[in-house]
């Protein structure tokens, strides 16, 4: 698990470059809806 510090939701195209050229940046690709335990099962931890 990681600390988010923050979330931005469609960043304008300057923005984005800039969150992609820094390299600190996680991209979210997908909504999922699901147990966490089945979460993490899937990851082995559970």
């Known amino acids: ?3 988010v510090d923050a ?3 469609k960043p304008d195209l300057p ?3 800039k969150f992609l050229e820094s390299g600190d940046y996680y991209w ?3 909504m ?3 147990k966490a ?3 993490m099962d ?4 559970g």
């Open 1 to 3: 698990m990681y600390k």
């Open 7 to 9: 979330i931005v939701e």
């Open 15 to 17: 923005t984005a470059q």
């Open 28 to 30: 979210n690709r997908g």
């Open 32 to 34: 999922f809806m699901l």
């Open 37 to 39: 335990s089945t979460y």
């Open 42 to 45: 899937e990851l082995g931890v």
